[in-house]
């Protein structure tokens, strides 16, 4: 069992890496860093980042990037038996598309308590009303997925400072 756990946990981490990496890409352009890749039979089939600025479009969120990319891939729009990776608790509109995608499983590296609904304003992934629940493991490879968002935001706080007082 123990042994077990730790298999589960080491490719939990392998791909909350690839996730990070897709993050590092948002970061690159100015956007809140976060990145998600979508996992089916061992393989990354997706791979996704914030674009909502560069885009110019509210609904360009890492998991709504990778989803449209992964039902592309499979040609069908449910990806049952697959697995998100996502660097951030997902958002009511992402959790959403989750469930309607008929995600298999989603592995949250940082939680987000004033907008995460996987468990924290909200669960919407594992809401027994909906036709569909996702099953969720949180913080993998947390710290290393909310210190770049906090760098992140810091960075923000520190240029907006400095526009005010040139």
Known sequence: MGEEKFMSDSIHEKYMREAIRQAKKAYALDEVPIGCVIVQDGRIIARGYNRRNTDKNTLSHAE??????????????????????????????????????????????????????????????????????????????????SEMLSQFFRELREKKGKKIHP
């Open 64 to 145: 709504l990037n990778a989803i449209r990319k992964a039902a592309k891939k499979l040609g069908d729009w449910r990806l049952e038996g697959c697995t998100m990776y996502v660097t951030l608790e997902p958002c009511q509109m992402c959790a959403g598309a989750m469930v309607q995608a008929r995600l298999t499983e989603a592995v949250i590296g940082s939680m987000n308590p004033k907008a995460g609904c996987a468990g924290s304003v909200l669960n919407i992934l594992e809401m027994p009303a909906f036709n569909h629940q996702v099953q969720v493991t949180r913080g993998v490879l947390e710290q290393e997925c």
